[in-house]
T-cell receptor
Framework: DQQVKQNSPSLSVQEGRISILNCDYT??????FLWYKKYPAEGPTFLIS?????DKNEDGRFTVFLNKSAKHLSLHIVPSQPGDSAVYFC?????????FGQGTELSVKP | DAGVIQSPRHEVTEMGQEVTLRCKPI?????LFWYRQTMMRGLELLIY????????DSGMPEDRFSAKMPNASFSTLKIQPSEPRDSAVYFC????????????FGNGTRLTVT
């Protein structure tokens, strides 16, 4: 039973537009969430995180929103660039363990 | 900073053979994790070390899997004997002390067992 779910396996967006990647979780005890980005043949790299005491965290073109009541978080990329094309993983921290979603493959078309 | 270094990048072996995957964490990181990525199960934690001590190995699928961390700069994941269903990408990751320290991943070892 997956505790962190990314229901969209893929997303295609035009360059310059907004990319919105979604993630749902089931455990209300999760208190820290992270997004990782993965290029082919590389390991995941940390992108941005958010604590459950916040509902928004912004870093340049990347913003993560957290809706605790809905157990939902999203990653917004504005404006999207072709170099953002990658697989994005949502993760929740349970104690010391990162629990990952299945990933969403983002394709940003020029 | 060289990042987390894993070797080999690719490993192809026959069923029944022993496989050893290696990892060098980032200097100063005291936590080390081994993850496995498959199409079916995504990224799943196999084992977690803190200060070279295995803390949680509940994710290790079977007794055929074992992991060691003899010192702060080296860890191994061994599969003996290997089976075709072990084929996956194996990632090592390390992190600094602290509850919310992000994990830094290596580039993985792609294992194929025929």
């Amino acid at each position: 039973d997956q505790q962190v779910k990314q229901n969209s396996p893929s997303l295609s967006v035009q360059e310059g537009r907004i990319s919105i990647l979604n993630c749902d979780y089931t455990n209300s005890m999760f208190d820290y969430f992270l997004w990782y980005k993965k290029y082919p043949a590389e390991g995941p790299t940390f992108l941005i995180s958010i604590s459950s005491i916040k509902d928004k965290n912004e870093d340049g073109r990347f913003t993560v929103f957290l809706n605790k009541s809905a157990k939902h978080l999203s990653l917004h990329i504005v404006p999207s660039q072709p170099g953002d094309s990658a697989v994005y993983f949502c993760a929740a921290l349970e104690s010391y363990v990162l629990i990952f979603g299945q990933g969403t493959e983002l394709s940003v078309k020029p | 900073d060289a990042g987390v270094i894993q070797s080999p990048r690719h490993e192809v072996t026959e069923m029944g053979q022993e496989v050893t995957l290696r990892c060098k964490p980032i200097s100063g990181h005291n936590s080390l994790f081994w993850y496995r990525q498959t199409m079916m199960r995504g990224l799943e934690l196999l084992i977690y070390f803190n200060n070279n001590v295995p803390i949680d190995d509940s994710g290790m699928p079977e007794d055929r899997f074992s992991a060691k961390m003899p010192n702060a700069s080296f860890s191994t994941l061994k599969i003996q004997p290997s089976e075709p269903r072990d084929s996956a990408v194996y990632f090592c990751a390390s992190s600094l002390p602290g509850h919310n320290s992000p994990l830094h991943f290596g580039n993985g070892t792609r294992l194929t067992v025929t």
